[in-house]
Protein backbone atom coordinates (compact mmCIF):
# COMPACT_ATOMS: atom_id res chain seq x y z
CA UNK A 1 0.00 0.00 0.00
CA UNK A 2 2.32 2.35 -0.68
CA UNK A 3 3.55 4.04 -4.39
CA UNK A 4 7.40 2.99 -4.04
CA UNK A 5 10.23 1.34 -2.07
CA UNK A 6 13.95 1.86 -0.77
CA UNK A 7 16.42 1.48 -3.73
CA UNK A 8 17.66 -2.54 -3.91
CA UNK A 9 21.11 -2.56 -2.82
CA UNK A 10 22.89 -4.66 -5.05
CA UNK A 11 24.38 -7.49 -3.02
CA UNK A 12 20.12 -8.09 -2.45
CA UNK A 13 19.76 -8.46 -5.62
CA UNK A 14 22.84 -11.26 -5.90
CA UNK A 15 21.54 -12.80 -3.00
CA UNK A 16 17.92 -12.79 -4.37
CA UNK A 17 19.17 -14.44 -7.73
CA UNK A 18 20.54 -17.19 -6.03
CA UNK A 19 17.24 -18.82 -5.11
CA UNK A 20 15.60 -22.52 -5.97
CA UNK A 21 12.35 -21.38 -6.48
CA UNK A 22 10.29 -19.67 -8.62
CA UNK A 23 9.06 -16.32 -7.31
CA UNK A 24 6.47 -13.64 -9.09
CA UNK A 25 5.47 -10.37 -7.88
CA UNK A 26 2.10 -8.61 -6.80
CA UNK A 27 1.63 -5.03 -8.09
CA UNK A 28 0.70 -2.45 -5.58
CA UNK A 29 -2.80 -1.77 -4.59
CA UNK A 30 -2.72 1.77 -5.09
CA UNK A 31 -1.78 0.96 -8.72
CA UNK A 32 -5.15 2.03 -11.16
CA UNK A 33 -3.98 2.44 -14.75
CA UNK A 34 -7.88 2.08 -15.35
CA UNK A 35 -8.10 5.91 -13.76
CA UNK A 36 -10.09 8.44 -15.48
CA UNK A 37 -8.13 11.11 -13.15
CA UNK A 38 -4.76 12.00 -15.38
CA UNK A 39 -2.81 12.36 -12.25
CA UNK A 40 -3.72 9.14 -10.75
CA UNK A 41 -2.72 7.24 -14.00
CA UNK A 42 0.04 8.82 -14.55
CA UNK A 43 1.38 8.13 -10.88
CA UNK A 44 0.40 4.82 -11.30
CA UNK A 45 2.11 4.49 -14.86
CA UNK A 46 5.28 5.35 -13.29
CA UNK A 47 4.94 3.50 -9.95
CA UNK A 48 4.36 0.40 -12.62
CA UNK A 49 7.34 1.05 -14.65
CA UNK A 50 9.51 1.36 -11.11
CA UNK A 51 8.22 -2.25 -10.24
CA UNK A 52 9.25 -3.86 -13.10
CA UNK A 53 12.62 -2.46 -13.27
CA UNK A 54 12.87 -3.84 -10.26
CA UNK A 55 11.52 -7.06 -11.16
CA UNK A 56 14.06 -6.98 -14.34
CA UNK A 57 16.94 -6.43 -11.54
CA UNK A 58 15.82 -9.47 -9.50
CA UNK A 59 15.38 -11.63 -12.23
CA UNK A 60 11.26 -12.09 -11.90
CA UNK A 61 9.49 -13.28 -15.01
CA UNK A 62 5.53 -11.47 -13.98
CA UNK A 63 3.84 -8.71 -12.19
CA UNK A 64 0.66 -9.89 -11.03
CA UNK A 65 -2.10 -6.61 -11.67
CA UNK A 66 -5.36 -6.01 -11.04
CA UNK A 67 -7.11 -4.16 -14.21
CA UNK A 68 -7.96 -1.36 -12.32
CA UNK A 69 -11.25 0.55 -11.90
CA UNK A 70 -12.86 2.54 -13.96
CA UNK A 71 -14.26 5.43 -11.29
CA UNK A 72 -17.77 5.98 -12.95
CA UNK A 73 -16.43 6.27 -16.37
CA UNK A 74 -18.16 3.07 -17.88
CA UNK A 75 -16.17 -0.52 -18.51
CA UNK A 76 -15.40 0.69 -22.26
CA UNK A 77 -13.99 3.66 -21.18
CA UNK A 78 -11.97 2.22 -18.25
CA UNK A 79 -10.45 -0.78 -20.28
CA UNK A 80 -8.78 1.89 -22.97
CA UNK A 81 -7.76 3.77 -20.19
CA UNK A 82 -6.37 0.81 -18.93
CA UNK A 83 -4.67 -0.47 -22.45
CA UNK A 84 -3.51 2.88 -23.08
CA UNK A 85 -1.74 3.24 -20.05
CA UNK A 86 -0.51 -0.46 -20.03
CA UNK A 87 1.16 0.15 -23.70
CA UNK A 88 2.70 3.61 -21.98
CA UNK A 89 4.68 1.25 -19.60
CA UNK A 90 5.91 -1.56 -22.15
CA UNK A 91 7.23 1.58 -23.92
CA UNK A 92 9.16 2.97 -21.13
CA UNK A 93 10.32 -0.66 -20.17
CA UNK A 94 11.15 -2.20 -24.01
CA UNK A 95 14.07 -4.02 -23.07
CA UNK A 96 12.19 -5.97 -20.03
CA UNK A 97 11.11 -9.45 -20.62
CA UNK A 98 9.27 -8.93 -17.25
CA UNK A 99 4.76 -9.47 -18.36
CA UNK A 100 1.81 -8.07 -16.04
CA UNK A 101 -0.56 -11.12 -15.29
CA UNK A 102 -3.98 -9.65 -15.30
CA UNK A 103 -5.67 -10.58 -12.22
CA UNK A 104 -9.57 -12.29 -12.36
CA UNK A 105 -11.42 -9.78 -9.97
CA UNK A 106 -14.48 -10.43 -8.00
CA UNK A 107 -15.91 -6.68 -9.10
CA UNK A 108 -16.30 -4.67 -6.30
CA UNK A 109 -17.43 -1.29 -6.90
CA UNK A 110 -16.67 -0.51 -10.32
CA UNK A 111 -13.70 -2.87 -10.82
CA UNK A 112 -12.36 -3.90 -14.00
CA UNK A 113 -11.42 -7.67 -14.79
CA UNK A 114 -14.74 -9.82 -13.12
CA UNK A 115 -15.73 -10.52 -16.81
CA UNK A 116 -13.36 -13.01 -19.29
CA UNK A 117 -14.39 -10.46 -21.66
CA UNK A 118 -12.45 -7.62 -19.94
CA UNK A 119 -9.25 -9.38 -19.49
CA UNK A 120 -9.43 -10.39 -23.38
CA UNK A 121 -10.13 -7.21 -24.60
CA UNK A 122 -6.91 -6.19 -23.01
CA UNK A 123 -4.79 -8.75 -24.36
CA UNK A 124 -6.01 -8.44 -28.25
CA UNK A 125 -6.04 -4.61 -28.07
CA UNK A 126 -2.37 -4.24 -26.24
CA UNK A 127 0.29 -3.52 -28.97
CA UNK A 128 2.58 -5.90 -27.02
CA UNK A 129 -0.09 -8.96 -26.05
CA UNK A 130 3.28 -10.76 -25.84
CA UNK A 131 4.36 -8.68 -22.46
CA UNK A 132 0.34 -9.82 -20.83
CA UNK A 133 -0.40 -12.67 -19.21
CA UNK A 134 -3.44 -13.84 -16.86
CA UNK A 135 -3.65 -14.86 -13.31
CA UNK A 136 -7.22 -16.46 -12.25
CA UNK A 137 -8.04 -16.26 -8.58
CA UNK A 138 -10.54 -18.65 -7.17
CA UNK A 139 -12.30 -16.81 -5.00
CA UNK A 140 -12.55 -13.36 -7.02
CA UNK A 141 -14.19 -15.56 -10.13
CA UNK A 142 -16.31 -17.27 -7.64
CA UNK A 143 -17.55 -14.06 -6.36
CA UNK A 144 -17.90 -12.69 -9.76
CA UNK A 145 -20.36 -15.61 -11.11
CA UNK A 146 -18.37 -18.17 -12.44
CA UNK A 147 -19.38 -21.06 -10.36
CA UNK A 148 -16.66 -23.87 -10.27
CA UNK A 149 -18.40 -25.83 -7.29
CA UNK A 150 -19.51 -29.01 -9.79
CA UNK A 151 -17.99 -31.24 -12.44
CA UNK A 152 -20.40 -29.65 -14.98
CA UNK A 153 -19.88 -26.16 -13.64
CA UNK A 154 -16.27 -25.92 -13.36
CA UNK A 155 -16.25 -27.57 -16.96
CA UNK A 156 -18.44 -24.61 -17.87
CA UNK A 157 -16.63 -22.05 -16.80
CA UNK A 158 -13.08 -23.16 -17.94
CA UNK A 159 -14.46 -24.09 -21.27
CA UNK A 160 -15.74 -20.47 -21.38
CA UNK A 161 -12.55 -19.23 -20.06
CA UNK A 162 -10.66 -20.94 -23.07
CA UNK A 163 -13.12 -19.65 -25.84
CA UNK A 164 -12.80 -15.86 -24.65
CA UNK A 165 -9.04 -16.00 -23.12
CA UNK A 166 -7.38 -19.59 -23.77
CA UNK A 167 -5.47 -21.00 -21.17
CA UNK A 168 -1.86 -21.20 -22.75
CA UNK A 169 -2.32 -17.37 -21.37
CA UNK A 170 -3.06 -18.43 -17.97
CA UNK A 171 0.67 -17.92 -15.72
CA UNK A 172 -0.17 -18.41 -12.24
CA UNK A 173 -3.75 -18.81 -9.74
CA UNK A 174 -4.52 -17.42 -6.37
CA UNK A 175 -6.16 -20.33 -4.55
CA UNK A 176 -8.47 -19.02 -2.07
CA UNK A 177 -12.00 -20.19 -0.72
CA UNK A 178 -14.55 -17.22 -0.31
CA UNK A 179 -15.96 -15.78 2.23
CA UNK A 180 -18.92 -14.55 0.43
CA UNK A 181 -21.68 -16.82 -2.21
CA UNK A 182 -21.89 -16.69 -5.58
CA UNK A 183 -21.81 -14.16 -7.57
CA UNK A 184 -21.61 -11.58 -4.37
CA UNK A 185 -19.09 -9.45 -6.37
CA UNK A 186 -17.40 -8.86 -2.92
CA UNK A 187 -13.77 -9.53 -2.34
CA UNK A 188 -13.36 -11.53 0.87
CA UNK A 189 -10.96 -14.71 0.99
CA UNK A 190 -11.39 -17.97 3.21
CA UNK A 191 -9.45 -20.50 4.62
CA UNK A 192 -9.71 -23.79 1.70
CA UNK A 193 -12.77 -25.65 2.42
CA UNK A 194 -14.33 -23.46 4.83
CA UNK A 195 -15.89 -20.81 2.68
CA UNK A 196 -18.91 -21.01 -0.14
CA UNK A 197 -16.16 -22.51 -2.41
CA UNK A 198 -15.73 -25.60 -0.87
CA UNK A 199 -13.25 -28.71 -1.44
CA UNK A 200 -13.81 -29.97 -4.46
CA UNK A 201 -13.42 -27.15 -6.61
CA UNK A 202 -9.70 -26.85 -5.72
CA UNK A 203 -10.00 -30.81 -6.44
CA UNK A 204 -11.23 -30.13 -10.11
CA UNK A 205 -7.79 -27.28 -9.74
CA UNK A 206 -5.00 -29.26 -8.80
CA UNK A 207 -6.03 -31.96 -10.76
CA UNK A 208 -6.37 -29.87 -14.24
CA UNK A 209 -3.80 -30.61 -16.75
CA UNK A 210 -4.22 -27.56 -18.13
CA UNK A 211 -2.61 -26.05 -15.19
CA UNK A 212 0.05 -28.55 -14.41
CA UNK A 213 3.43 -27.09 -13.37
CA UNK A 214 2.12 -23.64 -12.77
CA UNK A 215 2.28 -21.68 -9.42
CA UNK A 216 0.10 -21.03 -7.18
CA UNK A 217 -0.28 -18.94 -4.21
CA UNK A 218 -2.17 -18.76 -0.90
CA UNK A 219 -4.23 -15.44 -0.01
CA UNK A 220 -6.10 -16.68 2.77
CA UNK A 221 -6.27 -15.18 6.24
CA UNK A 222 -2.96 -16.21 8.58
CA UNK A 223 -1.26 -15.01 11.51
CA UNK A 224 2.41 -13.91 12.59
CA UNK A 225 3.35 -18.11 13.14
CA UNK A 226 1.34 -18.77 9.55
CA UNK A 227 0.43 -22.20 10.74
CA UNK A 228 -2.88 -21.25 8.60
CA UNK A 229 -1.12 -21.88 5.28
CA UNK A 230 0.37 -24.98 6.94
CA UNK A 231 -2.77 -26.35 7.07
CA UNK A 232 -3.88 -24.89 3.65
CA UNK A 233 -1.39 -26.78 2.29
CA UNK A 234 -1.84 -29.81 4.03
CA UNK A 235 -5.35 -29.36 2.88
CA UNK A 236 -4.26 -28.91 -0.75
CA UNK A 237 -1.94 -31.97 -1.44
CA UNK A 238 -4.67 -34.06 0.06
CA UNK A 239 -6.66 -33.34 -3.36
CA UNK A 240 -3.52 -33.59 -5.15
CA UNK A 241 -3.69 -37.29 -7.47
CA UNK A 242 -1.78 -39.92 -5.97
CA UNK A 243 1.55 -40.54 -7.17
CA UNK A 244 2.37 -43.70 -9.38
CA UNK A 245 5.12 -45.06 -7.69
CA UNK A 246 8.43 -45.84 -9.95
CA UNK A 247 8.60 -49.21 -11.74
Known amino acids: MQWSGPPLKPDAIVRFRQRTVLVFAHSGYLLNLASPDATNRQRSIAALVDEIERATALGVPFIVMHPGAHMGAGEEAGLRTLIASLDAVFAATGKSKVRIALETTAGQGTCLGHRFEHLAFALKNCRRP ?6 VDTCHI ?3 GYDIRTPRGYEATMREFDRVIGHQHVVAFHLNDSKKPLGSR ?6 IGQGHIGLPAFRFVLRDPRWAGLPMALETPKSADLHEDVENL ?3 RSLLPPRVPPV
Open 186 to 191: VDRHEH
Open 234 to 236: RVL
Open 130 to 135: KRLAVC
Open 142 to 144: FAA
